[in-house]
């Protein structure tokens, strides 16, 4: 049977944003398949070099609407770290139960997501139910239920009340509750475990050679959680574990994010009952000296890295901002191969894309109009040519 | 048939959605909505127009006497907010010294003109 292209993007009502597939089938099988990503540049990160560290916080956490505490606070740890300045505990505990919270709403989304995408409804509506608890315990704290903006360099802008910290802890039991019925479930539901079984299988060996990080690293038995190897935070204060999972596939990966919940939950619970006393920040200088940093943040999705350049001035000289997704994208190429074609939704959502914090920039032959791959070395070979004082 | 039972358990309960119109969303009060600037305690120090942004607030002429730590001062300019164009970062209220500037938990800002501003 002669092999067919199913190009799909970027431009399409079933996708969420933007992305072109290629995929090269067989009948009912994949072959190939080509992604081309970038149709959602925003220049965020040249942006972010015009202002200060002031304003460059809340510009940093529309990056990504559902991971937006996790760039602001690698920004600001990053920052923190040239300017030499300690955050006080209780804004290190604060900034712990933010970004839990936003890693317990985010793997909620996410289950909901891949439940509508395998036609299983009734957990969608259910999870986005339970995800509402979170969200208005977050909305509550800072004021907004997706940009919360509680980081600021030296600390967090506004200080939790024990009113606050009453009604998240309120909270909490019910949504154990609801966690431990989505465990149960997500392993014994039949519905479940025909759809995503050995679908989307990647083996442990795959998974270090494509660089995964996050629960789709850890799903392939890989133990490796930036919270419990390089602790930030107060990580290293609270009770928990790396869960991992041998399975590989969409399976496994599932039951990593309902089991994360779990983790996050043991650890908002001990960051609210023992949230030290004290100031919520201290004072930051306003221009960084000189440095380079390279600042890791377990967001949701995965191990973000910030790469910061300061120049002894009130804003940075260059961030680079490495998302998860973008670690992530190659291995879907390989999971998908040799799978069904309707399974393709929820292969490429087992990863949890988010494509518009992934887009970079692609560079353009100006003769021939020839766009391609370039190597790490040909781009700091080109960047040396261009600014030769820098080598 | 955890999935079944808790569906039957469902059909019996009531809806949990808000019927938006009908019923009001709590609104939390540390929410993040409308900028109100209370022009009687500012004093026309621009910290809120600088750390913006959105670079929504400008400011304009607004002469007045004022008071600040014991001190007579003459202010010579005050803030006016496009509200449209605001983010609601908050950054305005963390940074003014005098409280004056804040977000209030207002959630409706509705309006068909896209330069509203905001000048008291």
């Known amino acids: 049977m002669p092999e067919v292209v199913v190009s799909i993007g970027p431009h399409h009502p079933a996708l969420k944003e933007p992305v072109n597939f290629k995929i090269i089938a067989d009948g009912e099988k994949i072959v190939r398949l080509e ?48 300017m030499q300045i300690e955050i006080p505990p209780r804004a290190r505990y604060i900034r712990t139960i933010i970004a839990e919270l936003e890693r317990m709403h985010s793997h909620l989304l996410w289950l909901g997501v891949a439940a509508h995408l395998i036609g299983f409804n009734t957990l969608f509506m259910w999870t986005w139910r339970d995800r509402e608890a979170v969200q208005d315990t977050v909305e509550e704290m800072s004021g907004n239920r997706v940009h919360y903006n509680m980081n600021e360099i ?25 966690v431990n019925k989505y465990v149960d479930m997500v392993n014994y539901e039949e519905t479940m475990l025909l759809r995503f079984r050995g679908v989307g299988r990647l083996s442990k060996e795959e998974a270090l050679r494509y660089g995964t990080v996050g629960p789709t690293a850890r799903a392939s038995g890989i133990d490796y959680d930036t919270r419990k190897d390089d602790p930030y935070l107060a990580y290293a204060d609270a009770p928990w574990n790396v869960v991992t999972d041998t399975n590989g596939d969409v399976y496994g990966r599932t039951r990593v994010r309902v089991w994360e919940i779990q983790e996050s939950l043991r650890i908002v619970r001990y960051c609210l009952e023992n949230l030290p006393e004290g100031a919520i920040r201290v004072p930051a200088p306003k221009n960084a000296p000189k440095g380079e940093i390279l600042s890791r943040y377990e967001a949701p999705r995965g191990e973000l890295a910030h790469f910061i350049r300061t120049n002894g001035t009130d804003r940075v000289e260059r961030v680079d901002i490495r998302t998860p997704t973008l670690a992530n994208w190659t291995s879907v190429a390989m999971c998908l191969v040799n799978q069904n074609l309707a399974d393709i939704p929820v292969i490429v959502a087992a990863i949890d894309p988010c494509l518009s914090c992934t887009s970079r920039i692609t560079l353009v032959e100006n003769q021939t109009k020839k766009a391609g791959v370039i190597s790490f070395d040909e781009l700091i070979r080109r960047y040396r040519s261009r600014n030769p004082e820098e080598v | 048939m955890s999935v079944l039972g808790e569906m039957f358990e469902n059909f019996l309960s009531r809806p949990i959605t808000i019927l938006y119109p009908k019923e009001k969303v709590p609104i939390p009060a540390a929410f993040r909505g409308r900028v109100a600037i209370a022009d009687d305690k500012c004093i026309g120090c621009s910290k809120c127009s600088l750390v913006c942004p959105a670079q929504v607030i400008t400011m304009i002429d607004g002469p007045r006497d004022v008071e600040f730590k014991g001190k007579n001062l003459a202010r010579k300019k005050r803030p006016q907010v496009k509200l449209f164009k605001c983010i609601r970062c908050g950054l305005c209220e963390r940074h003014c010294p005098t409280g004056a500037i804040v977000l209030k938990n207002e959630l409706s800002c509705s309006g068909t003109d896209g330069e509203i501003v905001l000048t008291e």
Request: charged share 25%; glycine share 6%.
């Open chain 1, 154 to 178: 030296g600390g967090v802008r506004c200080d939790l009340t024990p009113a606050q910290v009453n009604a998240a802890l309120a909270r909490l039991p019910n949504l154990e509750e609801r």
């Open chain 1, 35 to 82: 992604l081309d990503l970038s149709y959602n540049h925003r220049g965020v990160e040249k942006a972010a070099e015009q202002r200060d560290f002031i304003r460059v916080l809340p510009l940093l956490e529309r990056v990504c609407g559902i991971c937006s505490h996790s760039h602001s606070t690698a920004f600001a740890q990053g920052i923190e770290e040239i």
